[in-house]
């Protein structure tokens, strides 16, 4: 039974994921949202929201095309720093977890690119929520005030992105969550 159970726990994830991406699409689509949020407060909490849905697309979907589509699909119209960082700590854990080096070094690479795409596109789009960081890194580079001034803007995130660290010591390698 618990075997069952836990299955069933990884389709409902899997499946509640996707269904959270698509109609967030479809409110940015039909323009009630300018970035999917579906039902949260803003387009960042989607992001975290969906973050059980990220791990288990890795480890336990047994489609992992399908799921990076819908993946590819938020990145894009959920524009969330938040789940970029979390699609990046994901997949870096996922390559250890699996050994698998070489993957690990292209998808760095991949990663790298991404992020500097994202970020010319950004810097290049007044009409982006993030064009003044975006203009303000380019003028001044990074730097500690960057460091800064980026932890500022995170509001609450950045005391409870402490308190998860500090609840993970120890946990490191299987966390403590479903299953």
Same mark, same amino acid.
């Given at each position: 039974?618990? +075997?069952?159970?836990?299955?069933?726990?990884?389709a409902?994830? $899997?499946? +509640?994921?996707?269904?959270?991406?698509?109609?967030g699409?479809? $409110?940015?689509l039909?323009?009630?949202?300018?970035r999917?949020?579906?039902?949260?407060?803003e387009?960042?909490?989607l992001?975290?929201?969906?973050?059980?849905y !990220?791990?288990v697309s890795?480890f336990w979907?047994?489609?992992?095309? @399908?799921?990076?589509?819908?993946?590819?699909i938020l990145?894009i119209?959920?524009q969330s720093?938040?789940?970029?960082v979390?699609?990046v700590v994901?997949?870096l854990y996922?390559?250890v977890?699996?050994?698998?080096?070489?993957?690990?070094?292209?998808? !760095?690479?991949?990663?790298?690119?991404?992020?500097?795409?994202s970020?010319?596109?950004?810097?290049?789009d007044?009409a982006s929520?993030?064009?003044?960081v975006?203009?303000?890194?380019?003028?001044?580079g990074?730097n @500690?005030?960057?460091?800064y001034?980026?932890?500022?803007r995170?509001?609450?995130?950045?005391?409870?992105?402490?308190?998860?660290?500090e609840? !993970?010591? +120890?946990?490191w @390698?299987?966390g403590f +969550?479903?299953?």
């Open positions: 039974i618990a +075997g069952e159970l836990r299955e069933g726990v990884w409902a994830l $899997l499946w +509640g994921g996707r269904a959270q991406i698509v109609l699409v479809v $409110l940015v039909l323009g009630v949202h300018e999917a949020r579906f039902v949260y407060f387009p960042s909490y992001a975290i929201g969906l973050v059980p !990220l791990f890795l979907s047994r489609e992992k095309w @399908l799921d990076g589509i819908f993946l590819l990145v119209f959920n720093a938040n789940m970029v979390a699609m994901a997949m996922w390559l977890v699996n050994r698998r080096v070489w993957i690990s070094v292209i998808f !760095l690479v991949f990663a790298i690119l991404v992020g500097y795409i970020y010319r596109v950004v810097l290049d007044p929520p993030n064009h003044g975006a203009v303000w890194v380019a003028d001044n990074v @500690l005030d960057m460091i001034a980026i932890i500022g995170t509001g609450n995130r950045a005391p409870r992105f402490q308190a998860a660290m609840m !993970l010591q +120890g946990h @390698l299987n +969550g479903p299953g």
